[in-house]
């Protein structure tokens, strides 16, 4: 039988996972994650100059014609600035022999093939502007996926964000908490944890509170939780991770771009 749960998660930013109460509150440490928490690469795919990086969703796959469709929903320029669009937008992307597709914090090679429909991925390449194909100079696949399935469940392991609290884009006070709502579904034998990471033009980000973690068994819920940065910061990803809490494996991998900027007064009382 499937269980659903309605309870909180930890957002940890480059930090330690730690086992508290429920509801306690946790600061996100800039030090090495734990074997259950595993950090995404330090850095994001970069552009570089004269190019455009585009994130989105593989929408369909042509080896024969060595190209694909993204869904593109943010772009980051050289420069380090990224922003969500307005509406997601298609853009056919080429792949030539000079292309290299990998996944993301890993040099392992992969080919077009290798890729599916509904894969999170970025495409790097000289910008030629809209209406235009992209010729990628790289593509990194951010999905990640597990083979692990349950008999319980029949179904494979999934993350849906289904609420934002501010919706984005929102400006918030210094200290104001954002809320976010992720539906799941853990179809592995054993329990995992559900973190998030933040990343403001391309870093990911350290030194902001969360609430505290929780395992969640095998079946699916929703999962609510919050995270709140004391200083001014402007959000521009945020990506949720569900990790085995025994082996460490990543699981599964989801990211979004959002428009948060902290840079109102600051929060005296909540």
Same mark, same amino acid.
């Given at each position: ?14 930090? /330690? ?6 509801? $306690?509150? %946790? ?5 090495? @994650? ?5 950090? +995404? ?28 469709? %993204? ?16 509406? @997601? ?10 292309? *290299? &597709? ?18 999170? /991925? ?12 992209? *010729? ?29 609290? +501010?919706?984005?884009?929102? *400006? ?9 709502? &992720? ?8 329990? /995992?944890?559900?973190?998030?990471? %933040?990343?403001?033009?391309? $870093? ?10 929780? @395992? ?21 990803? &945020? ?9 460490? $494996? ?21």
């Amino acid at each position: 039988m499937t269980m659903r749960h309605r309870t909180k998660w930890l957002v940890a930013g480059l930090g /330690v996972l730690v086992s508290t109460p429920m509801g $306690e509150e %946790l600061k996100a440490q800039q030090t090495a @994650p734990t074997k259950t928490q595993t950090a +995404p690469a330090q850095t994001s795919p970069k552009p570089r100059p004269g190019e455009i990086l585009l994130s989105g969703t593989v929408v369909s796959i042509d080896v024969g014609r060595a190209e694909l469709v %993204l869904q593109a929903t943010s772009f980051t320029l050289p420069n380090g600035r990224s922003a969500a669009l307005a509406q @997601p937008k298609k853009k056919v992307v080429l792949i030539r022999d000079t292309t *290299t &597709i990998s996944p993301q914090g890993k040099n392992d090679k992969l080919t077009l093939g290798d890729l599916k429909v509904g894969d999170a /991925v970025t495409a790097s390449g000289r910008d030629l502007g809209a209406g235009n194909d992209l *010729t990628a100079r790289e593509i990194v696949l951010v999905t990640v996926r597990s083979a692990a399935q349950s008999s319980a469940t029949g179904k494979d392991n999934t993350l849906e964000v289904t609420a934002m609290n +501010p919706a984005t884009p929102a *400006t918030l006070k210094i200290g104001e908490k954002f809320a976010i709502t &992720i539906r799941y579904n853990n179809a592995s034998p054993n329990p /995992v944890s559900i973190g998030a990471f %933040l990343s403001t033009t391309g $870093e990911w980000l350290g030194g902001f509170k969360a609430n505290a973690p929780s @395992p969640y068994a095998t079946g699916s819920g929703d999962i609510e939780g919050w995270f709140k940065i004391d200083r001014p910061v402007a959000v521009d990803k &945020i990506q949720v991770n569900m990790v085995d809490s025994k082996t460490g $494996e990543t699981l599964l991998t989801k990211e979004l771009p959002v428009q948060l900027n902290w840079a109102g007064p600051v929060v005296t009382k909540e």
